[in-house]
């Protein structure tokens, strides 16, 4: 938690915002030679194959805490949400053999794990809490990757106030860990719609801006680079590392 207080002391120090809407540009300045050393010595000490901790019962925070962008308002989703996601499929494409659109009730049949786990944002706060679902190897193994797919990429239905999507990545490696899940509950009940209903992602072993809410589709590709800001995510767009291992 040392690095943790220490980014997000600079952060206000700067007087930056960390992950809700920021209107900063985080590209450029001292501030982004502080965040990417911070982060790349963290890689160094602590490793990437590693479990993230797991927690007990009696660990989770009942109230766990809302960030990011607000609950998508599109057409789309809201009437999604008005039909209690019954019509909702996530789309699995891109470099695949099978493509895939699942309902709640597919992905529910298709894995069950739950973990209590520890999620960090880079702002400094943290909050347990108790996560069921399907990890993603087996949904990416449904939609058989060619050889080409090199890294999932996650698109959300959620938008900040210019327009542009949320997104996330990993490479494959990374969406094999049996950590890495799309996230149906949490601490025992359907997402709720601010915590990224119907189905979105927890990536433990990360920090909390890795775990996508609102997880809409699942595209495999060769290379992120012709996306969006082409560095694997929102937020990495300005200027946070891709890989954000705790
Ligand atoms: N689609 C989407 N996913 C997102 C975000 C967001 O703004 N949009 N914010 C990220 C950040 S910075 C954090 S800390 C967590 C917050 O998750 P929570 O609201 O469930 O606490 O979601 C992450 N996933
Ligand atoms: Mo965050």
New binding site residues.
């Given amino acids: 938690m040392k690095r943790r207080l220490f980014v997000a002391s600079s952060l206000s120090a700067l007087g930056l915002a960390g992950?809700g809407q920021v209107k900063t540009s985080l590209t450029n300045g001292p501030f982004r030679n502080v965040l990417l050393s911070t982060e790349k010595l963290n890689d160094a000490v602590i490793g990437t194959h590693g479990l993230a901790r797991e927690y007990k019962d009696s660990d989770v925070d009942r109230d766990?805490?809302?960030?990011?962008?607000d609950t998508p308002s599109d057409a789309t989703y809201t009437s999604l949400a008005h039909g209690d996601f019954h019509d909702y499929r996530l789309v699995v494409d891109g470099q695949v053999d099978r493509p895939q659109k699942l309902s709640l009730a597919e992905l529910r049949a298709a894995g069950d794990r739950t973990q209590i786990t520890r999620?960090d944002?880079?702002?400094g706060w943290s909050?347990i809490g108790k996560w069921r679902g399907v990890p993603l190897a087996t949904v990416i193994a449904m939609a058989q990757p060619k050889p080409a797919a090199r890294y999932c990429v996650f698109y959300?239905f959620?938008t900040d106030e210019s327009g542009q999507n949320?997104y996330?990545s990993l490479d494959l490696h990374q969406a094999a860990h049996p950590q890495t899940v799309l996230a149906l509950d949490l601490n025992d009940k359907p997402l709720d719609l601010?915590?990224?209903a119907p189905v979105?992602m927890k990536i433990p072993t990360q920090l909390?801006?890795k775990?996508?809410?609102?997880v809409r589709r699942i595209e495999l590709v060769a290379d992120f680079k012709p996306i969006f800001g082409g560095t694997g995510g929102?937020?990495e767009d300005q200027g946070y590392e891709w890989y954000a291992g705790i």
């Avoid at 766990?64 to 962008?69: E, M, S, T």
């Avoid at 775990?211 to 609102?214: D, G, I, N, T, V």
Wanted: net charge positive; charged share 25%; hydrophobic share 30%.
């Fill in positions: 992950c766990f805490r809302v960030n990011g962008l999620h944002c880079v702002e909050a959300c959620d949320y996330e601010r915590h990224g979105r909390g801006y775990s996508a809410k609102w929102y937020w």
